[in-house]
């Protein structure tokens, strides 16, 4: 027994070696599972995914700032995710679907909205946006369609409050999202509508959505396989599921909680979870979501279908 503690205990630290190495001090590895065992091994207790009170406050207490932080002022960052996931549905539509649009789609922990610009327009029904902190959703809420010949914020849309949107009688804007919610991705069910914004979708579909992107978004959770199922569940045949994850440069695991509060995980175990949901691999392209600390961030972009 001692000789296998060992045996563990040298892996462990083997991993976070490796890992300290490409990645800052602050995001050495607490947790790991192994790819070869259902269990983890743990140097501190921790749960599989961020709790979600923790994601709540701190979006909350974060929303006002959130965009001027990742795209207005800290250039140096290259936050890219939301683009990222909105530039591969349109490769999707341009290779793949014969220039189809998608029917529908779910913004999947859509925060401020940063990746509707990029969706509206590949969208030909609803564009539906969901998010655990209500902060952030009520300013994905407050987007209209930006139909002027320069955009008012390069690369995102503008701002309305509903009094002044409603003002404008019947040149009112449109609504960039037709519908925004709140709600914990692992329960769309029990969705909650936000409204006094004037969108016409006020019951959250959990079901047959074409297309569901998560930028950005899956980094707070660690095991895959449940929000990978409530994904197929939600999409319908012939649907595509677009997300972005961060992964590690090497190591033997299937995910690993960082001391940044973030998880990554390994592109093949994403794989693993994803077939047993039901889900056929398209691709898992290597891309870089953001710098942190001078250093680029290693991630991946993954594209699954629903055959």
Not at 62 to 90: G, R
Not at 271 to 276: F, G, I, K, L, V
């Amino acid at each position: 027994m001692a000789l296998i503690f060992s045996i563990l205990f040298i892996t462990a630290q083997s991993l976070i070696s490796q890992t300290h190495a490409f990645h800052t001090s602050s995001e050495v590895p607490l947790t790991l599972q192994t790819r070869h065992s259902a269990s983890t091994t743990s140097l501190a207790t921790v749960a599989s995914r961020t709790a979600p009170s923790v994601v709540v406050d701190k979006f909350d207490s974060y929303a006002s700032n959130f965009e001027s932080h990742l795209v207005d002022i800290v250039d140096n960052l290259k936050y890219c995710a939301p683009q990222s996931v909105a530039s591969a549905a349109s490769e999707r539509i341009t290779n793949d679907r014969n220039g189809k649009l998608y029917s529908s789609s779910l913004d999947a922990g859509c925060g401020t909205g940063l990746a509707g610009p990029g969706l509206r327009q590949l969208v030909s029904g609803s564009l539906i946006g969901v998010d655990l902190s209500p902060k952030m959703a009520e300013l994905a809420a407050e987007l209209v369609i930006d139909d002027g010949p320069i955009p008012m914020v390069e690369n995102r849309m503008r701002r309305c409050a509903e009094t002044a949107r409603t003002a404008f009688g019947s040149d009112a804007p449109n609504r960039l999202y037709d519908g925004v919610f709140t709600a914990d991705l692992l329960n769309l069910s029990g969705a909650n509508f936000l409204d006094g914004f004037g969108h016409k979708v006020q019951k959250i579909p959990t079901e047959h959505y074409d297309l569901i992107v998560s930028a950005d978004v899956l980094v707070y959770f660690g095991a895959m396989d449940d929000i990978l199922k409530v994904f197929s569940d939600a999409l319908a045949v012939g649907g595509d599921v677009i997300f972005t994850t961060e992964t590690m440069k090497c190591g033997d695991y299937n995910w690993v909680e960082t001391s940044s509060g973030r998880y990554a995980q390994s592109p093949d175990y994403v794989a693993r979870m994803a077939s047993e949901a039901g889900l056929t691999k398209v691709s898992q392209e290597a891309f870089t979501p953001r710098n942190e600390s001078g250093e680029k961030v290693l991630g991946t972009l993954h594209i699954f279908t629903k055959e």
